[in-house]
């Protein structure tokens, strides 16, 4: 799974929070999660990059420029992107119930309380509070 999003998004960071709470079962099914930040400061992403449990997290501040985000025709963040294991696009979401993955958890919905650094400071959108980054 590729998560492509930027730090300052309060959409993106309601992904990150759903993701850090079901990121030990996502792993456990063999999910590997990918982060792909676009943020223009790295500090910015550093900081909050060591928060988040997955071990990869990339940071590319040209954003919709980047390579990355252009081969995976990124349009607006947060954007999920599921990859087969042959990798071949499987598809891309706005956030994590619409992979549909968690949708074979039942036990585990609602999504849980993260344990994801600062994943809590924005709430919950209804919108997802897209971004588009020219």
């Known amino acids: 799974m590729l998560l492509f999003y930027e730090t300052d998004c ?5 992904v990150l929070r759903d993701l850090c709470g079901f990121y ?10 990918v982060s792909i930040a676009s943020d223009e400061d790295e500090h910015t992403f550093s ?3 060591a928060s988040l449990p997955w071990a990869t997290k ?5 954003g919709f420029r980047s390579p990355d985000f252009e081969v995976y025709g990124v349009a607006f963040i947060p954007t999920l992107v599921l990859v087969n294991p042959d990798g071949r696009v499987a598809g891309s979401y706005c956030t994590l119930e619409e992979t ?14 993260s344990g994801c650094g ?17």
């Open 10 to 14: 309060p959409g993106c960071e309601s």
């Open 24 to 33: 030990a079962t996502l792993k456990g099914i063999g999910i590997r999660v």
């Open 47 to 49: 900081s909050r990059a």
């Open 58 to 62: 990339l940071h590319d501040s040209r």
């Open 100 to 113: 549909g993955l968690i949708r074979s958890l039942p036990a585990l919905s609602p999504l849980p309380a």
């Open 118 to 134: 600062e994943a809590g400071r924005y709430p919950k959108t209804q919108n997802h509070g897209h971004s588009f980054i020219p």
